[in-house]
């Protein structure tokens, strides 16, 4: 098992940024990938950004340029760098983990909010 926790979400302003954290615990060792999700009501669960062991990293069109996906060996964590947030970013970001067997876990969401 992974277990994930999100924070770092919150209410801010058109244009401003935000950072978000996901700091992973359990068996860690068996994270191949982490990645960002977001979901707003009546639309479909998105990926938002991606990052794999080996580095290579993968953006939604709608967030290249903008937003910054990392890791975080040492803390066994991945963070989401906003930048010029928009009223569309508006959403529940999700943390997610590809481990061994195929299996996904994720985080319990947070709310990303952004006012125009």
């Known amino acids: 098992q992974v277990h994930l926790v999100e924070s770092g979400g919150g209410l801010v302003q058109a244009g401003g940024s935000l950072r978000l954290v996901c700091a992973a615990s359990g068996n860690v060792a068996s994270i191949n990938a982490m990645a960002w999700y977001r979901q707003v009501p009546g639309k479909q669960r998105e990926l938002v950004a991606s990052?794999?062991?080996?580095?290579?990293?993968t953006y939604a069109d709608s967030v290249k340029g903008r937003f910054t996906i990392s890791r975080d060996y040492a803390k066994d964590a991945v963070h989401l760098q906003m930048n010029s947030l928009k009223p569309e970013d508006t959403a529940v970001y999700y943390c997610n983990v590809n481990s061994e067997y195929y299996r996904n876990f994720w985080g319990q969401g947070t709310q990303v909010t952004v006012s125009s």
């Open positions: 990052v794999t062991n080996s580095g290579s990293t």
